[in-house]
RNA sequence: GGCGGCAUAGCCAAGUGGUAAGGCACGGGUCUGCAAAACCCUUAUCCCCCGGUUCGAAUCCGGGUGCCGCCUCCA
């Protein structure tokens, strides 16, 4: 069957189908490094790095590019005020963008190309674009033509007749059609400014992504994804200069992912309702906020709230629990059976979760066959005798299922210091002397220091809160 | 005005023709010295509303309601 994956530009679920064999070129348009990520700007990040782990789980070669824009309009407003160099903030911010998605366990793509680093490609992509008629120059800046590129408005399903409509015009703007946009900026007095056939200026923000694309991915490439807001205009934008100017098809599948919300409305800044994951990440773990975000589906939008994520945390340790569990058990049972019913199942439920993750990386469904095969060992693990081998099999396809989402299964082995080992060995002792006057004392005194004892059939358990 | 999305239990969330996954929370039970964890049971006769198609629809079609987004920088 292969993987299925809804393409925007078809509006479809459609059989994925690379370029080149097992060889994937994605690019997933990247954040303007004016401050540190919101939520909102996690989402991509997460799920895209989900997507290409994956595709990456189901034996394709994935080479990943996502851009950092690092000059136009806000970042040059935010470096005005904080009295800052526009290179200097923006290094800023591109270094807090790879410690917030780190956290996030988000892998580094395999190129991060910045505008100011591919200036003379996106320099000769607009020359050529004047060249071929799609573009025109007006007073040192650089417009692309919408009307002169028939295919206007694919992506997005909308014609040119009723965006026109709706455009709005921005008194003593040089363009000549409102849907025009711009390629190169003249630069204003004091701006940061390269110097082009144009005079000296900045590109506009869309051809960044074309020429990037061009430069280190060619001409047609597999996955193009961004955030939903993207594929209008900015995707169009980009399929406009691109085929324009390749006359290929920019990229065989569009991918967009839905929105965060707060209290059911878009984050921005204008609401005042966006939360930084800088900030978030102090008091709610970043492996809790990217498992919430792979528990819906990556085109739903998804409401954010704290309480959301207090719940996920908690489903989270269900998984973790059993980890734990099985590890415990696996210690100190043999090794025989590896073959039978439990076995079995577990290679069902592996089976199951490609099946819904091949369906357009269904992450909610692939999450919900891990829940179930955790039932499953928990069942198991009620059993008087476990066998090694079948705890293994356990282990080894909950482990894989969470390496293929990247989600955090397990919990770091700890050693603890020997007083407290001395008081866990102590209380075992009361126990068995039915001394549990000493053994609550004990049990409530680690439990301050956030240690949780466990009694089991098979002996004390510690773990941290 | 144009384009698009969403509406499923207290909460979150899958499911696009075959008779409602999964998680969190709640209640009852088992286990336990008591807990914790886990297991078992219970929890939507029903999927925003009204029509229609069908042997059969949450799922398809028509109409309506509500919410959200894009069309201006935005993930």
Redesign the pocket.
Known sequence: MGIRLYNTLT?RKETFQPLSGREVKMYV?G??VYNYI?I??A??AIVFDMVRKYLEYRGYNVFYVSNFTDVDD?IINAAKELGEEVPVLAERFIQAYFEDTGALRVEAADLHPRVTETMPEIISFIEALIDKGYAYEAEGDVYFSTQSFEDYGKL????IH??Q????IEVGEKKKN?LD?ALWKAAKEGEIAWKSPWGYGRPG?HIECSAMVKKYLGDTIDIHA?????????HENEIAQSEALNEQKMANYWMH?????ID?????KSLGNFVLVHDIIQKHSPEVIRFFML???YR????FSE??LD?AK??LE?IQ??VN?LKHRHKESAGFGKAGQWAEAVQQHKHTFIQEMD?DF?S??G??VL??L??LA??Y??ENHTSKDILQAFLDTIREIGKALDIKVETAEEILDEEIEGLIEERVEA?KNRN?AR??EI?DHLKEQGI?????PQGTRWKRE
């Open positions: 509006r348009c954040p303007t919101h909102g700007n989402r991509p806000k997005s399903s909308q014609s009723d965006l409509l709706g455009a709005r409102a946009f923000w961004g955030g939903q807001d993207l594929a209008f205009p900015h992912n839905g929105y965060i919300q059911n409305e878009k984050m921005s528990q819906s589906h739903s939008p998804l409401n309480e959301l719940s908690n489903s269900r629990t059993t569990n369906d269904n909610a469904n999450i919900s829940f179930d955790v039932k928990n069942r693990l009620q126990r549990f053994a609550d049990r949780i004892l466990e009694d089991t």
